[in-house]
T-cell receptor, first 111, second 114 residues
């Protein structure tokens, strides 16, 4: 079945350092969404990418959708302690509207 | 109101108990979802309702029984659960099931089955 993998699984960074998580799907995606889940919290929608090669920015966060629409990345510039949490990508399974969540990357920011 | 609410926040139940989880949204969304999330794992889709009709059942055991009484409410009835069913149960909603729609998640119900 379709799989959505993320690397790294965990990342510890010093506050102020940059962070990137990569999302890879075994199949082409019509779109990809990113969610953030704080410790003890619930997933919160961050952004959606639809077009091949699309790049979107939200303040210190930069999201990219691969040309082949099978991979995506989230880059955070100059991390802050408020960035702590698990970042999930999510994409629809082929031919359906069911979103599969990626394995997630847990970010820890050391002050 | 851009919130999805879930009750209860925590639930402890025995394997012979019957309990229900409740989810509510007043955003006019016509798609509602139940997810199960184990610790340090991604959410796993269980059920999707679209316009109050069950559209997707991800082969969930019958001890989990969803219900959508109206467009704002979603219930998950639990009966004869197993300890491995202990998890965070998340409800979500989106404007529609089809198309590119962000999902709004509720805070979840943390379920422990003894």
């Amino acid at each position: 079945g379709q799989q959505v993998m993320q690397i790294p699984q965990y990342q510890h960074v010093q506050e102020g350092e940059d962070f990137t998580t990569y999302c890879n799907s075994s199949t082409t995606l019509s779109n990809i969404q990113w969610y953030k889940q704080r410790p003890g919290g619930h997933p919160v929608f961050l952004i959606q990418l639809v077009k091949s090669g699309e790049v979107k920015k939200q303040k210190r966060l930069t999201f990219q959708f691969g040309e082949a629409k099978k991979n995506s990345s989230l880059h955070i510039t100059a991390t802050q302690t408020t960035d702590v949490g698990t970042y999930f990508c999510a994409g629809p399974t082929s031919g359906t509207y069911k979103y599969i969540f990626g394995t997630g990357t847990r970010l820890k920011v050391l002050a | 109101d851009t919130e999805v609410t879930q009750t209860p926040k925590h639930l402890v139940m025995g394997m012979t108990n019957k309990k229900s989880l409740k989810c509510e949204q007043h955003m006019g969304h016509r798609a509602m979802y139940w997810y199960k999330q184990k610790a340090k794992k991604p959410p796993e889709l269980m059920f999707v309702y679209s316009y109050e009709k069950l559209s997707i059942n991800e082969s969930v055991p019958s001890r989990f029984s969803p219900e959508c009484p109206n467009s704002s409410l979603l219930n998950l009835h639990l009966h004869a659960l197993q300890p491995e069913d202990s998890a965070l149960y998340l409800c979500a909603s989106s404007p529609l099931m089809t198309g590119n729609n962000e999902q709004f998640f509720g805070p979840g119900t943390r379920l422990t089955v003894l």
